[in-house]
């Protein structure tokens, strides 16, 4: 079992629905969790920050995350065409330091016009 | 453009030659990272730097890579000898020193290696 698993899709969904991405963890030691954006042949662009359990919301986008269960969620409102990209999740024990962070393999969105 | 810079994006070849990256992190982050990215797989963590010390390598880095970061600043990642398996997007991030560990990093556009 990996660390950190997460559907790889293609999920395909019409413009303006709600978009749920999720991953979970095997490794209850993770504290910081994050959400990265990766459009084709570009590096990952963070989304989403997070420590512990909790819900944050920054624009269209929330994060939540569930310690308990080892789960944590990406929302994304009135989802664009400009939010079709790959989302990884990512997660480390001190929030990016020497542990580096681990990742989901990322799950392909593509947002219908 | 004051983002992670990482020259040159693309880089082609050929097996058991040697290639050199170059990451220019942003000013004032004083930690940088690299990353290894295959098709279909989230980054893989190899080596993290503060500021010119190298205190963390994943077991990926194998002895044919060498990443160093003279000065504090720009980093370089060499490959050895590069083998086909080597072919990858290897990612540079960077991220603060603020307080503890809990700084998100912020990663370049990558370079392409594919080694025929």
């Known amino acids: 079992q990996k660390e950190v698993e997460q559907d790889p899709g293609p999920l395909s969904v019409p413009e303006g629905a709600i978009v749920s991405l999720n991953c979970t963890y095997s490794?209850?030691?993770?504290?910081?969790f994050m959400w990265y954006r990766q459009y084709s042949r570009k590096g990952p662009e963070l989304l989403m920050y997070?420590?512990?359990?909790g819900n944050k919301e920054d624009g269209r986008f929330t994060a939540q995350v569930d310690k308990s269960s080892k789960y944590i969620s990406l929302f994304i409102r009135d989802s664009q065409p400009s939010d079709s990209a790959t989302y990884l999740c990512?997660?480390?024990?001190?929030?990016?330091?020497?542990?580096?962070?681990?990742f989901g393999k990322g799950t392909h969105l593509i947002i219908q016009p | 453009d004051t983002g992670v810079s990482q020259n040159p994006r693309h880089k082609i070849t050929k097996r058991g030659q040697n290639v050199t990256f170059r990451c220019d992190p942003i000013?004032?982050?004083?930690?940088l990272y690299w990353y290894r990215q295959t098709l279909g797989q989230g980054p893989e963590f190899l080596t993290y730097?503060?500021?010119?010390?190298?205190?963390?390598k994943s077991r990926l880095l194998s002895d044919r890579f060498s990443a160093e970061r003279p000065k504090g600043s720009f980093s370089t990642l060499e490959i050895q000898r590069t083998e086909q398996g080597d072919s990858a997007m290897y990612l540079c991030?960077?991220?603060?020193?603020?307080?503890?560990?809990?700084?998100?990093?912020?990663f370049g556009n990558g370079t392409r290696l594919t080694v025929t």
């Open positions: 730097f503060q500021n010119e010390a190298q205190l963390e």
């Open positions: 000013s004032e982050h004083n930690r």
């Open positions: 990512a997660m480390s024990y001190s929030g990016g330091g020497a542990d580096g962070l681990t």
């Open positions: 991030a960077s991220s603060p020193s603020v307080g503890a560990n809990n700084s998100p990093l912020h």
């Open positions: 997070t420590y512990s359990s």
């Open positions: 490794n209850s030691a993770f504290q910081y």
